[in-house]
């Protein structure tokens, strides 16, 4: 049960903690939902008409069926799934792992993360491959103005490729399991819970490249600058700081 003691131990990390909350949280949700990705999708106008470009993945692998496009996304729900489901558990255990600090260190990878991969495909439009962000499909409908560009909320968006957000997104997740899941299970379940993480996040890549949503570069990309993030930022706070010291 969750214990009044061990909540307001949580409350009292968090409101030291805020700012590392809230400023991450304001970039990820306006910076880049609305105004990176708003502007990613406005550039890629610039490219309608240069087709995909040549990518062996795709000569590879199959393109999924568009009932199945969806499954690198679900995968992520999973991943997220984990990882919320081990905070929680955080918050009735009477262990030195808090979910505020969970929190706190995926929202400050994320969202460097992703100002990085802003920098990357705002620097060069490239044609983007997924079917929505082609001239003929009825889902494409890009941002026309700068109050579009500023405000408007889509789904879906193109241009963003360079690295992958999806495997950015699952491999902190994933990382995050991994470094959790043994302080707060047992040594048999923390390594069922971490092999599902890092089997889904494994599988993620070839699903992306299959649904057409990314080249391989994006995602091969996405696999090594995700994990290298993580790690600087380990090594530079390696550990948790608790509620009173």
């Given at each position: ?39 990613a999708s406005h550039r890629n ?149 971490r092999s599902v993480a890092w ?47």
């Amino acid at each position: 049960m969750l214990c009044y003691v061990r909540l307001r131990l949580e409350l009292l990390l968090l409101r030291r903690r805020r700012w590392h909350i809230a400023v991450p949280a304001a970039v990820l949700f306006y910076g880049i939902t609305f105004v990176a990705r708003n502007l990613a999708s406005h550039r890629n106008q610039l490219t309608l008409g240069m087709g995909r470009l040549p990518d062996i993945g795709f000569e590879l692998l199959p393109e999924l069926p568009t009932h199945l496009s969806e499954l690198a996304h679900w995968l992520t729900l999973l991943n997220a799934g984990i990882a919320s489901g081990l905070a929680l558990y955080a918050l009735q255990k009477n262990s030195k792992v808090f979910a505020v600090n969970m929190l706190v260190r995926v929202g400050h990878v994320l969202s460097a993360g992703h100002v990085l991969r802003a920098l990357f495909y705002l620097s060069t439009s490239l044609p983007a491959p997924a079917l929505h962000c082609q001239p003929s499909s009825l889902h494409y409908f890009p941002p026309a103005t700068l109050h579009e560009i500023l405000f408007r909320f889509s789904p879906r968006s193109c241009g963003d490729l360079f690295f992958s957000g999806h495997i950015l997104t699952a491999a902190v997740l994933t990382l995050t399991t991994h470094r959790y899941a043994p302080k707060l299970l047992s040594s048999d379940w923390a390594r069922r819970v971490r092999s599902v993480a890092w089997g889904s996040f494994i599988a993620m890549g070839p699903l992306i490249i299959m649904a057409r949503n990314h080249y391989t570069v994006d995602v091969l990309g996405s696999y090594v600058i995700s994990p290298s993030l993580w790690l600087a930022y380990e090594s530079q706070f390696p550990e948790d700081p608790l509620p009173i010291e």
